[in-house]
């Protein structure tokens, strides 16, 4: 699978990008980040490359156990929105806060759709190019982890995952991932990237739910 900022730029055109009021919400942003595979993500049920791949992944954390929210969970770069600052501008900072890449605006590709969490966030996705992105370090304050996971990983035939649970009209959406599943909202930007820009359809995700775990 081949992909390049421009191939992305020119797919990303192609679809009308939905955003959320905030209804008193706060606001926030999350890097999207499209880096090479290198040398694997290390999590259990995938294969890793033997030497450095250039196949295109996307970069997921595992958030550290200390914190008093979403802890050990998977998780897209991001943050709340400081005052005046742009999603872009946010993504950026909170990518080389959490990870260490830093990447200028001309890394930006493009949006996609706002999705609105149970606990209070309208989370923006900005989708970079990141490149090889070979200097990564976690900061130990927030990041237990730092993955690289092939696109072709999202392309699997068993995702998304939907089930229904009492209290919610919607389907609550995970994507599998080796042996385990990313909880929306990450899956949520996760599926909608696969859908838009590996398999070009106008899918919405704005919609699907939560587990229950997160409704705090």
Known sequence: ?????????????????????????RRAAVALVVVQEGTGADV???????????????????????????AGQWALPGGRLDEGETAEAAALRELAEEVGLHLDTGAVLGRLD????????VITPVLMWGGEARALQPNEAEVASIHRI????????????????????????????????IAAPTAAFLYQFREW???????????FDQPRFAWR
Do not use: I, K
């Open 44 to 70: 259990p049920g995938l294969q890793r490359p033997e030497a450095w791949s250039t196949a295109p992944a996307l970069l997921l954390t595992r958030r550290a156990a200390r914190l008093n929210s979403h």
């Open 1 to 25: 699978m081949n992909l390049d900022p421009e191939t992305l730029r020119q797919q990303l055109s192609g679809f009308a990008v939905q955003g959320l009021p905030t209804d008193g919400r």
């Open 197 to 207: 820009l590996l398999c070009g359809r106008d899918t919405r995700v704005a919609h």
């Open 114 to 121: 706002d999705y609105a969490t149970r606990s209070g966030y």
């Open 150 to 181: 092939a696109t072709q990983e999202f392309l699997r035939a068993d995702a998304p995952l939907l089930n229904n649970v009492p209290g919610s009209d919607h389907p609550v959406l995970r994507m599998p991932v080796g042996d385990s599943w």
